[in-house]
């Protein structure tokens, strides 16, 4: 944890309905990690709570990082934290950026397609290809006009090249048309979509058609429950300790309630941070992270989420 950025807090603005958005830069004066579009960075908030968000900014500056964060009322505190705790001038920490829905290097077309907070990774897409000279075209939906963020960004990058097509829950042409988007792309565009579960279903069906290499996906949640069922005995090979799973909890409450350090940031299957190497016994995957052929492998759990369908799994731990 000592290799964490320290980030000050420049500004924060109302970008949205429930949206603000946080310019972070360096505290100790050091240049920032570069990054590359789609990535993002895990804020390390109180209490444990770690989370990712994309960061939204052009990946060619280097004095800065963009997040933006949309108030969950209903989520685990971390979006709450950050609506209401920090303050300009306040010092964060951050791991460096990672990417898991990186932009294809390619001059084939890239079709972006946002909804709801899910703009993010995908603004700083369209930022890189509109610098690049590359065909972009990016769909945005969301719930009304009210709680779209980057509205000027956007006509600033698209500046009458009908690059950018909105979708507006309270306006007239409110419904996406996601298969049509998609059946509409040349066959060699590389598709991306981030925004909830039910639009990346939609879009993963309707790319089902397309080499797996050009479709690209981030979602904010595993599109399965997690495990909680417990029962079953976890064997951490390296140190030789072993706890049972109790019902209600995941392998990693059950890792945090005995002090064993592991990392974690979305806690929902999706980031990849937990990805812990499996020894022995079959993990029940329940992630959205690990491809079919990884999971088919078994050699690998996300323990945020995932269980065990054997008695006993022993990680490298
Ligand atoms: S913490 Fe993100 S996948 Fe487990």
Redesign the pocket.
């Given at each position: 944890m000592n290799d964490l950025l320290k980030l000050r807090l420049r500004q924060i603005r109302l970008e949205a309905e429930d949206i603000a958005s946080y310019e972070l830069v360096s505290a100790t004066g050091q240049a920032l990690p570069a990054f590359t579009a789609g990535a993002h960075i895990d804020l390390h908030l109180p209490e444990q709570m770690v989370r990712?968000y994309s960061l939204l900014n052009d990946p060619a500056e280097t004095h800065r990082y963009v997040i933006a964060v949309q108030h969950d009322r209903e989520g685990r505190g971390g979006s709450a934290w950050m609506h209401t705790r920090p303050r300009v001038g306040d010092v964060l920490q951050a791991g460096a950026p990672s990417n898991d829905f990186a932009l294809a290097d390619t001059t084939a077309p890239a079709v972006l397609i946002a909804g709801g907070i899910g703009i993010t990774p995908l603004l700083a897409m369209a930022r890189q290809r509109q610098r690049a000279r590359r065909a972009w075209q990016l769909h945005y939906a969301a719930r009304s006009a009210r709680a779209a963020a980057f509205m000027d960004e956007l006509a600033a990058l698209d500046a009458g090249a009908q690059a950018v097509q909105l979708y507006l829950g309270d306006s007239g042409d409110a419904r996406m048309p996601l298969a049509a988007i998609v059946a509409a792309a040349p066959a060699e565009a590389h598709l991306y979509c981030c925004g909830p579960a039910r639009m990346i279903d939609a879009f993963v069906a309707a790319c089902a058609g397309r080499p797996a290499a050009q479709v690209h996906t981030e979602r904010f949640a595993a599109s399965s429950a997690a495990a909680t069922a417990g029962g079953f005995e976890l064997v951490l090979q390296r140190s030789g300790r072993r706890f049972t799973v109790p019902e209600g909890k995941t392998i990693?409450d059950t890792l945090l309630d005995h002090d064993v350090d592991v990392q974690?940031?979305?806690?929902?299957?999706?980031?990849?941070?937990?990805?812990t190497r499996v020894v022995d016994g079959t993990p029940d995957h329940r992630?959205d992270?690990l491809s079919d052929d990884e999971k088919a492998c078994n050699d690998a759990i996300?323990?945020?989420?995932s269980g065990a369908r054997s008695p006993t799994l022993v990680l490298d731990l």
């Open positions: 990712s990693l974690y940031a979305c806690s929902a299957g999706v980031c990849g941070t937990c990805r992630d992270y996300m323990v945020c989420c």
